[in-house]
């Protein structure tokens, strides 16, 4: 088929970037022809919280990136559609990960399709957003118009998108990342990013927003037990929001954490990332709330155990005492869950669950469930 993929991509750069990138190799790999519509402004600097959209990792190779949707200019979004309109695409695949994106791409959609031939597809992150504001529903009622199947990588969300429309929407699981390299030796880690091999180190990473619970996180590692145990914290991501970063200093600085939490608040590019993962012994994803999240998925590429909270679908892909720990979003019971992992034997057979966990997250197992989703097979 002839399929168009609309949503970030290189040069913008993070987790939708990845995705987006990701799925369309794998697409390419399965004989589609696919093309990718990325931004030419994605959002406005002033709606932007990070230091920059923009990466400076070279483009991926073999694929057809065109920069052109303009999130804000309803003109564009006119000649984007009828750009579409007229390539005649068998599927259009958009991702919808937050509502100020529906009017931008609920325009496109609707023109893309006026050729009577195009479907359209979305791979849903979110349908209710993390954070809240004025308009948020409505813009996505627009949005989901123009939409003819849903997919949803947690089932709270597919729950959710179930409360805007009956249209088909199915559940997969996040795919694994696994376009970041392999693991190299926690020597060869640890001194790429500057930090003894000697200690124990759990994992933070990605974004740093308020709803990923770094303060519930930070609150553990001043927990006694683990101050003895000689637990150690790497946090590696971006901050976006300055009261976030400013709440989580202080932490540090109450609790004296400052020799045993490793700040690296700059984003971490696709090359540097399997560094972090590789220095770790543990990644915890200490989330207040949450659908689902890429994370997870990184750490079963380079094979790592897991503490995450029960919270949205975090739960539903790392099965307590298999591949890591589920604890609640609290200190006591993250420190517990930590503390766990670290006593000898805790899981038994722990690597080989883990690989075993990694081969549900195939991405030939994704295309599948899309392909059902929007043509019925």
């Given amino acids: 088929m002839r399929i168009a993929i609309l949503g970030t991509a290189h040069p913008l750069r993070g987790g939708l970037a990845a995705f987006n990138e990701r799925l369309a190799y794998q697409l390419q790999e399965q004989g589609h022809e696919v093309v990718i519509y990325s931004f030419s402004l994605q959002y406005p600097s002033f709606l932007f919280p990070g230091k920059t959209q923009f990466t400076d990792e070279p483009a991926p190779k073999g694929l057809t990136i065109k920069t052109v949707v303009n ?6 979004w006119l000649r984007v559609g009828a750009q579409m309109n007229k390539e ?42 993390h954070e809240k504001r004025p308009g948020d529903q409505q813009f996505t009622n627009y949005f989901i118009k123009a939409v003819d199947a849903f997919v949803t ?11 805007f429309t009956d249209k088909p929407a199915y559940f997969t699981p996040h795919p694994v990342y696994d376009s970041y390299n392999e693991v190299v030796s926690k020597q060869e ?22 709803y990923k619970g770094l303060d519930l996180l930070l609150e ?11 637990i150690e914290l790497i946090a590696a991501g971006e901050y976006y929001n300055k009261e976030v970063e400013a709440n989580n200093n202080s932490i540090i600085e109450k609790h004296q954490l400052q020799k045993t939490v ?8 696709n090359s540097e990332v399997r560094y972090y993962f590789s220095a770790a012994d543990l990644v915890v994803q200490p ?13 079963f590429h380079f094979e790592k155990p897991m503490v995450v909270t029960n919270v949205g679908g975090l739960a539903e892909v790392v099965p307590d005492g298999k591949v890591g720990f589920v604890a609640e979003p609290n200190p006591k019971s993250i420190a517990d869950a ?40």
Avoid at 220 to 230: F, L, S, T
Avoid at 262 to 269: A, Q, Y
Avoid at 287 to 299: C, D, L, P
């Fill in 153 to 163: 990588m947690s089932k709270d969300v597919l729950k959710d998108v179930k409360t």
């Fill in 220 to 230: 553990a590692m001043a927990d006694a037990r683990i101050r003895q145990a000689g």
């Fill in 262 to 269: 490793h700040l690296r608040t700059d984003f971490i590019p």
């Fill in 71 to 76: 999130s804000v200019n309803p003109l564009n």
């Fill in 287 to 299: 989330y207040k709330h949450a659908t689902q999240s890429g994370i997870t998925q990184i750490a």
């Fill in 189 to 210: 880690a640890c001194a790429k990013i500057g930090l003894p091999d000697d200690k124990k180190y759990l994992l933070f990473f990605g974004f740093i927003r308020e």
């Fill in 338 to 377: 930590i503390l766990k992992f670290y006593e000898p034997n805790s899981i038994p057979g722990l690597h080989q669950h883990i690989l075993n966990e990694k081969k549900k997250y195939m991405w030939d197992t994704f295309t599948d469930v899309m392909m059902k989703a929007v043509f019925g097979r």
């Fill in 88 to 129: 005649r695409y068998d599927l259009v695949v958009v991702k919808y990960w937050l509502p100020f994106m529906g009017p931008a791409f609920g325009t496109i959609l609707r023109r893309a399709k006026k050729n009577k031939h195009t479907k359209v597809l979305c791979v849903v992150d979110n349908i209710i957003p």
